[in-house]
């Protein structure tokens, strides 16, 4: 109901009450002078008035003022109530504008909470996705962050690999070349002493093809064109032909070369591959070796081929057994840096193994105690298990 008509109910409420007080003073005889009765009916239409504007006005409104005020403060849950209603349209009882009032404000304030509300939400899912990306892009800077280490350590490596492999090339060419030039300018006061430049020579030019084999090994394994011909052989045979080649440089370094065979096995694998693993363990033993022996064993395990490589040189520290057979990864230390070498040699024999379908590893007892090299291919067929002893 609107305001006009609460107006209009209380003034004929008013005039109501004045004629019923004049209906009361007739009959009761009493003489009202003109001017009372209408001081009497001004004054009950004012009290009325007030009254329902107290009613009407002035406490809706207040209630209006002070709900907008909440609202303002970021109450959006607080509500105005007129009557004790703050839902005037769901109660179904039609409202003044004081309650138009209140309703619309009470709109504004549920699109407003709903608009808080999805905006929270949505702030929650885009943070929550933001999140997510931060994480992503953390995680790919890592990633970069550790390919760009590895690329700089390789890029050392390889710079280090190039520098010794032009130091280790060097080396034996120009060691070649000069004993040549001293065949050519007639230095050589004998056969003999012919003999002897013409077989170092010799040897310097084979250890410069060896070389160059790892190296043109090491491209081949990593374009996969690397081929592995797998045949039946004796592999103590081709372990003494390795200790035979590796015997004049023994003997320079005054050291002791033992075969250990054991039974009359026939391997099948990929011959030239395994006598190229064997001559880059036993070079790398004799390297790394000043005093004492180099033992050299095969023998049978099941279908198993083994072959170790033992000596009495410098050892290896715990640390490095797991990464000296990683591509340029060379033990850090004196005698290391001293004896050169491409860094090559251990990670091609692990590839040749793996590619032969067998195994590789090393063992040692720490530094100064000497180390061990050992790998597996298969066996052509069971033997039986017969020792046999030589010494190289």
């Not at 050519?184 to 430049?197: I, T, W, Y």
């Not at 067929?381 to 017969?386: D, F, H, L, N, T």
């Amino acid at each position: 109901m609107s305001l006009r008509w609460k107006y209009l109910f209380v003034v004929l409420g008013a005039f109501t009450v004045t004629v019923m007080l004049r209906l009361f003073a007739q009959r009761a005889g009493w003489g009202i002078p003109p001017m009372l009765s209408a001081l009497t009916t001004v004054g009950v239409l004012t009290l009325g008035l007030m009254i329902s504007y107290r009613v009407f006005v002035a406490r809706p409104l207040a209630l209006i003022v002070d709900g907008a005020q909440r609202l303002a403060d970021g109450d959006l849950a607080h509500r105005i109530k007129v009557d004790g209603r703050s839902d005037v349209e769901s109660s179904g009882v039609e409202g003044d504008e004081m309650d138009t009032i209140a309703r619309a404000i009470n709109y504004l304030a549920d699109r407003a909470a709903h608009s808080r509300t999805q905006l929270e939400r949505e702030v929650a899912e885009r943070t929550s996705d933001l999140r997510a990306v931060l994480e992503e892009v953390h995680e790919r800077s890592r990633i970069v962050e550790e390919v760009n280490q590895r690329l700089a350590e390789l890029d050392r490596r390889r710079t280090e690999f190039l520098s010794n492999v032009s130091h280790e090339l060097r080396t034996p060419l120009n060691s070649m070349l000069g004993f040549l030039r001293l065949l050519l300018d007639g230095m050589a006061e004998s056969d003999e002493e012919r003999h002897e430049f013409l077989a170092n020579a010799r040897l310097a030019g084979t250890h410069m093809k060896s070389l160059v084999e790892s190296v043109l090994t090491s491209t081949q394994i990593a374009a996969g064109t690397l081929k592995i011909e797998p045949t039946r052989f004796h592999p103590a045979d081709t372990m003494r032909d390795v200790l035979i080649i590796m015997k004049p440089q023994a003997r320079e370094k005054d050291l002791k070369l033992r075969l250990e065979a054991a039974g009359a096995a026939i391997a099948y694998a990929d011959e030239g591959k395994v006598r190229q693993v064997l001559l880059n363990l036993v070079g790398n033993a004799m390297k790394f070796t000043e005093q004492g022996e180099i033992v050299a064993r095969v023998w049978v395990d099941e279908d198993t081929i083994r072959f170790e490589v033992r000596d009495t040189g410098i050892g290896i520290p715990a640390e490095e057994l797991e990464r000296i057979f990683l591509k340029f990864h060379q033990v850090d230390s004196p005698e290391q840096r001293c004896s050169g070498g491409t860094g090559l040699g251990l990670s091609i024999a692990r590839d040749l193994v793996t590619r032969m379908g067998g195994e590789i590893g090393a063992a040692s007892d720490g530094p100064g105690e000497g180390a061990r090299f050992f790998f597996s291919v298969p066996a052509a067929r069971p033997v039986a298990v017969e020792t046999e002893a030589a010494q190289t």
